[in-house]
Nanobody
Framework: QGQLVESGGGLVQAGGSLRLSCAAS????????MGWFRQAPGKEREFVAA????????YYADSVKGRFTISRDNAKNTGYLQMNSLKPEDTAVYYC????????????????????WGQGTQVTVSS
């Protein structure tokens, strides 16, 4: 399967917070590196954050570093993106993705290497 389902998007005022969740079917997610990407209207999809299978290695885009936190709970087959101090420029459709790997601490931050994608959840930050 490898099905991913995002949730937690919505409308929030600037300075607010949202937590996105990415639930994986079965036990597959615990064997995959995970990433979050976003796509704003008229723009290409861009990398946001990535986390290794083990959870011990993370990487963030400069635009979100210090504000966003990626995490995962493999026992629940769920990944998270905690977004704090949101700005209007964070407005986008956010996608989670999973990369099949048995290497516990690799992170992946290019779109072409991800095998599984969710359908996206809208995040809108108002002024």
């Amino acid at each position: 399967q490898g099905q991913l389902v995002e949730s937690g998007g919505g409308l929030v005022q600037a300075g607010g917070s949202l937590r996105l969740s990415c639930a994986a079917s079965g036990r597959i997610f615990s064997s995959y590196a995970m990433g979050w990407f976003r796509q704003a209207p008229g723009k290409e999809r861009e990398f946001v954050a990535a986390i290794s299978w083990s959870g011990g290695n993370t990487y963030y885009a400069d635009s979100v570093k210090g504000r966003f936190t990626i995490s995962r709970d493999n026992a629940k087959n769920t990944g998270y993106l905690q977004m704090n101090s949101l700005k209007p420029e964070d407005t986008a459709v956010y996608y989670c993705a999973a990369h099949e790997t048995h290497i516990p601490n690799i992170v992946v931050y290019t779109t072409t290497r991800y095998s599984y994608w969710g359908q996206g959840t809208q995040v809108t930050v108002s002024s």
